[in-house]
Structure formats: C-alpha cells, structure tokens
C-alpha cells in the first residue's frame, strides 16, 4: 500500500526565513515523489519532481529512502510563496498518484 | 490552451437527485484523472483512464459512482442517487503520457458539489 503523510496541516514564517514542508511516505519499492502546489484561486499544478532533482523557484527535495522522506526546502521564503503544497508518490508500474492532506503554508511580511 | 476545462463550476444539488460532472482534457493528452478532495480524506484518486478506458477504478467509493469516456475529449462522473457525504471538490486532471517529463498531471479548476 501506498501512504503520504503530511504531518503539519498549517505552517506559518517570516519572510526571508527558512522554511521546510515535511513528506514521509510509506512504500515498499522505489517510489517517484512529488510536491505539488495550488496558489490561491490557481489550479493545482506540479512544482518539482525528485527524478529531476532541480530546483524551482527556490525550492528543493531531496528524496531520502533511509527515512522516507521528502521534505521541501527553501533557505529564503517570499510572500507569493504562501499556497498550499502537497506531497504526492507513485510506486512502481501503477499510474496512480497518492497525494498526501496538503501543508497550507503562509508567509508573513 | 485553456487547459482542462471542467463544468460546472459549482453545483448545489439536493439528496437523491442525480449528478453530472465534465471534463474536457487538454487536445493530445492520453490519460485522464479523476479526483475528490475533503478535508477528512485530502485528495483522493477516484479513476483514471488511458486512451478512453478506465485503467483503474479502485478509488471509485461505490456503485452510485460511474465515469465514462466517450471520447478522447470527454469524461463524465455521475453520481446516482448523490448523498450529502459526497460534497467535496472533484478534479479531474489529464497528463501527455507515461515518462519522466511527459507524466505531468495538469489540473482542471475543479468543481465544488454541495449536496443538501
């Protein structure tokens, strides 16, 4: 079975603080992770993969299968970067992708 | 592009009464999702097909659920007879194919079902 666990429901920081948006999966193949985000009234959309391993406005996660883990990290947090994130992972040869409950995360002048 | 376009964008809908939500997928796409979003439950995967053919129906919640696929840009999920647990948001997304930068799943807006 496939589980995405988002422990924190609301995080809040200061901008120009660091900010870090916790996954922990549970899979018992390798698994391809994800981190999605949805700006207020945007669409959900996709912000990075671990595959590519790049970083996207700032943003990195780094998959660590000793602990399965994917936290999002970013050293610098701005105000536009209040949205919600979800983690999301898919597992072997399935298509399906199992989200976790999202982090809404707010930035503070 | 519009992107997935889905409709209706709300709908309010009394206990029993039948449901229909639509999707129309971004031209080109092969793969289609359908998703319902909770608070309790966050974003689950209802269905999801490929080239028109569900592919796996696992997250369906029950039989008053079904979705179709006539054609490469349409889906429908219907909701027959629809119950006030079945409020929630339903996403319907669509992705190119299977591969690393071509699996991107792209969100429709989303339609919010309340159901009295």
């Known amino acids: 079975a496939q589980r995405v666990t988002q422990p924190e429901k609301l995080l809040s920081v200061f901008k120009g603080a660091p900010v870090e948006l916790k996954c922990n999966y549970s899979y018992s193949g390798s698994p391809e992770l994800f981190w999605y985000v949805q700006y207020s009234r945007q669409r959900l959309q996709l912000l990075l993969r671990?595959?590519s391993r790049e970083s996207i406005k700032g943003f990195t996660a780094d998959l660590n299968k000793g602990e399965t883990s994917f936290h999002l990290k970013k050293p610098f947090a701005q105000e536009e970067d209040s949205a919600m994130y979800y983690c999301a992972l898919r597992g072997g040869s399935n298509y399906k992708l199992t989200f976790g409950k999202g982090t809404l995360l707010t930035v503070n002048p | 592009d519009a992107g997935v376009i889905q409709s209706p964008r709300h709908e309010v809908t009394e206990m029993g009464q039948e449901v229909t939500l639509r999707c129309k997928p971004i031209s080109g796409h092969d793969y289609l999702f359908w998703y319902r979003q909770t608070m309790m439950r966050g974003l689950e995967l209802l269905i999801y097909f490929n080239n028109n053919v569900p592919i796996d129906d696992s997250g369906m919640p029950e039989d008053r659920f079904s979705a179709k696929m006539p054609n490469a840009s349409f889906s429908t999920l219907k909701i027959q007879p629809s119950e006030p647990r079945d409020s929630a948001v339903y996403f319907c997304a669509s992705s190119l194919a299977l591969g690393a930068g071509r699996d991107e799943q792209y969100f429709g807006p989303g339609t919010r079902l309340t159901v009295t």
């Open positions: 671990h595959i």
